[in-house]
């Protein structure tokens, strides 16, 4: 460190962060009035006004985002200062930067995850200054003046993909677009999901691997047309520069442009480049910019493949990968919650087809110009024969490139355990097994002649099972926030995995966006049975969603049998569930009162629906599956939204076993028209769990419900606020805990209080 201060200085940068952060200390200023305005949004859901400079607008799917800048809060004659803001609005015309905009809609302040594993909205678009956003918006421009240099690179980018799109085939444009521009939006789900399960994204993404290359080939070029190194460096740095803000400026293209433009200074100067002391530099440079990058998954993998890269970088390919695949393993298990099991294979091959791919993909879109310009000015024969087979000439290179690498990654992607749902680990794994991985290193470098070392390569699968394998020990109940619907994941002692409903009328893509995330941060690879209480779709488009995914290779995720409730007349939703499980590899099963399930202690018997309840006109909600759910002294009831008959069906089996609940799902999200007072009687829960959506047209839960709840004397936990709410019991006594605000609690089943720990 002695030799380089520049690195020690970045340790302490990082140490201190972390530090004030764990500490609660804000490491950014915030807006001056960013508390009151926070005050000011909780004390009632009308729509606000907020006047700011437009930094920049894109549109996709029919919605203009719109990010403004020194933005002001006008409420009740007063103004307030809150810094960024992001709106959004329908669809309606470009408005470029640097302009003033008036808008009026739904203000709220950017949440972070309701759910462990979901999308940390909150911390990503703080990096970008924002903590603000609108919805609903109407946007009108009061005045001020283009900002010309930046809308001239939005409507650069915006032009170039859109010439892209008209060069290249539309399946080719789009992953070109990608690489070239930034551009993710044209890539489906499928597509998505393709690079990600081959573990080559970072492909897809403007990383260091692009500007490297197209960078130093610049530079390169430059010197073989025998232009000097100060300004061949110069005019490369430039270029980089600008390339750079066109694509975003992404944490990796910012790393990777602050070491290249430290490469090429060190050429222009004649001085030796150090590696480590340029990357330090690099992160330094960003943390100054906004120290919560420090936190940023972004920065963390970046930082962190580039690390391993230097410390390896002179063992052979094969080596460096295998060292990349292992030293980045708990860091992308800690994002990703899976792991692509053949990366290794599939980035040996694809990734020195970069390059290729790169030079041919510009190469055929500079090219495409020439042909346009000269065809307006020839004729029409020679625009009809020569210039279109110059074109395609242009064009052939990477289109066989890129259909020839997506190829290779759907074949990788067909192979069996092509992704592997692990979860997150725990810190105690963690630090065991980085401790067990660099002894590995330390063995293998000190073995290097001997063929002991082989025999070290046996054990690379043991020492990724540390993290991968999940022992389940106890029973827990996951009761999802799904917004406005139900979403309920049971794991047991012995490995089985159910899913009770999986919906919502409030939160799009419930079953991609919340679910999924939490299936898979939970390490669950398996659904052995989903439950669907009704075909209600605020209990259901979520699990259409899973299955839909299932069945189009977009997750590992499997299903072994969907359980629907018995019903003489089918509507459309029901047999569409039925024809989605059967798309998926599921079975499909049938149950009614009287039916049950056990599996390792836990038992699961189906108190409705009874068909001799069922009416001439479908009611869902009284042919509802409601559950009881038994593991030795513990009890929970489930109750979906069951109502009117199914109900009093309930209440009649509970009368005649006398059984009561340490915990209650509260029935139709805690409407006044269920869960009366009679059914708490029965029950007596000890904990009673509402699923509902914040501000829902509903009104859910109702005062009414909540009054009955209250006089039975049980603990009320809210989706609301608590987030997740998780129960966890070993048949004797359990805890409850909620995700929001992290606070714990614990009870026995013989109806104890809780003590906060």
């Not at 209480?533 to 839909?548: F, R, V």
Request: charged share 20%.
């Amino acid at each position: 460190m002695r030799r380089r201060p520049l690195c020690l200085l970045c340790l302490i940068l990082c140490a201190a962060l972390t530090a004030l952060h764990l500490l609660g200390v804000p490491l950014t200023a915030e807006p001056a009035d960013e508390a009151r305005a926070r005050q000011i949004l909780s004390e009632a859901s009308v729509r606000r006004e907020v006047t700011g400079t437009a930094v920049r607008s894109e549109t996709q799917d029919g919605y203009c985002t719109l990010i403004l800048k020194k933005s002001y809060l006008h409420w009740k004659s007063r103004t307030y200062s809150i810094g960024r803001v992001k709106i959004t609005y329908k669809e309606g015309g470009h408005i470029p930067a640097g302009v003033r905009v008036r808008a009026s809609g739904m203000l709220a302040e950017i949440e972070g995850p309701r759910n462990p594993g979901g999308f940390d909205a909150a911390l990503y678009w703080r990096l970008q200054g924002i903590r603000f956003s609108m919805s609903g918006a109407t946007v009108a421009v009061t005045g001020g003046t283009v900002n010309t240099p930046a809308e001239t690179m939005i409507c650069l980018r915006r032009n170039l993909s859109g010439h892209i799109h008209a060069v290249w085939p539309e399946d080719v444009a789009d992953i070109l677009c990608a690489m070239l521009t930034g551009d993710r939006s044209g890539l489906d789900g499928e597509v998505q999901t393709l690079w990600r399960t081959a573990g080559v994204t970072h492909m897809l993404c403007i990383s260091g691997l692009h500007l490297t290359v197209l960078g130093m080939g610049l530079f390169e070029l430059l010197r073989k047309m025998k232009v000097r190194t100060a300004p061949a460096g110069v005019l490369a740095m430039l270029v980089m520069a600008a390339y750079t803000v066109l694509t975003g400026a992404s944490v990796s293209t910012c790393r990777a442009f602050f070491m290249f433009a430290l490469g090429i200074t060190a050429k222009m100067i004649g001085r030796t480049y150090d590696f480590w002391t340029a990357l330090a530099v690099a992160a330094m440079l960003i943390l100054l910019e906004n120290p919560y990058y420090l936190f940023y998954s972004g920065f963390q993998m970046s930082f962190a493949a580039v690390l391993i890269c230097g410390v390896f970088r002179k063992r052979s390919k094969g080596m460096v990968a295998l060292m990349l695949y292992l030293w980045m393993l708990p860091l992308v298990l800690s994002v990703c919650y899976e792991i692509p099991v053949y990366s290794i294979a599939v980035n040996l091959i694809a990734v020195p087809l970069l390059p290729a791919i790169l030079g041919t993909g510009i190469l055929g879109t500079v090219g495409a110009y020439l042909p346009g310009v000269c065809a307006a000015q020839g004729s029409a024969a020679v625009r009809g024969g020569f210039f279109p087979a110059l074109e395609h000439v242009l064009t052939l290179p990477a289109t066989g490139l890129v259909r020839g690498l997506s190829f290779l990654l759907r074949r990788a992607g067909s192979l069996p355990f092509a992704s592997l749902i692990c979860g997150r680990p725990v810190p105690l794994r963690v630090a065991a097994y980085v401790m067990l991985l660099a002894l590995w290193c330390a063995l293998a470098k000190a073995w290097r002649a001997d063929r002991r070392r082989i025999a070290l390569f046996f054990f690379v699968p043991l020492l990724a099972a540390l993290l991968c394998v999940r022992l389940p020990s106890r029973l827990t109940l996951s009761f999802v926030d799904v917004g406005q619907g139900d979403g309920i994941v049971i794991e047991t002692p012995c490995g089985i995995n159910c899913l009770i409903d999986s919906g919502s009328s409030t939160v799009k893509n419930v079953g991609q966006y919340r679910v999924l995330p939490y299936l898979k941060y939970r390490g669950i690879r398996k659904l052995d049975y989903i439950f669907v209480t009704h075909t209600d779709s605020d209990h259901t488009n979520g699990i259409e969603e899973i299955l839909t995914m299932i069945a189009s290779g977009q997750t590992s995720l499997r299903v072994g049998t969907v359980v629907m409730p018995y019903l003489s007349r089918r509507d459309d939703a029901y047999r569409r569930i039925g024809q989605l499980a059967e798309g998926a590899g599921a079975r499909l099963l049938i149950v009614s009162e009287g039916d049950a399930f056990a599996f390792g202690g836990v038992k699961l018997a189906v108190m409705n629906p009874d068909p001799a309840n069922e009416k001439q006109d479908l009611d869902a909600n009284g042919q509802c599956i409601v559950l009881a759910l038994s593991y030795g002294e513990f009890d929970a009831l489930f109750t979906g939204d069951v109502s009117g008959d199914g109900e009093a069906n309930v209440m009649s089996r509970l009368r005649e076993n006398g059984r009561t609940f340490e915990v209650l799902k509260v029935a139709h999200h805690g409407s006044k028209y269920s869960t009366p007072s009679e059914l708490l009687r029965l029950v007596r829960p000890s904990v009673s769990v509402i699923s509902a959506g914040a501000g829902n047209r509903y009104g859910h839960p109702s005062y009414e419900t909540l009054g009955r709840l209250r006089a039975c004397g049980t603990d009320i936990y809210d989706t609301i606020s608590c987030g997740r709410i998780l129960v966890e019991t070993d048949g004797k006594t359990f805890r409850v805990e909620r995700w929001l605000q992290f606070t714990r609690h614990q009870t026995s089943v013989n109806g104890q209080r809780y003590q906060e720990r």
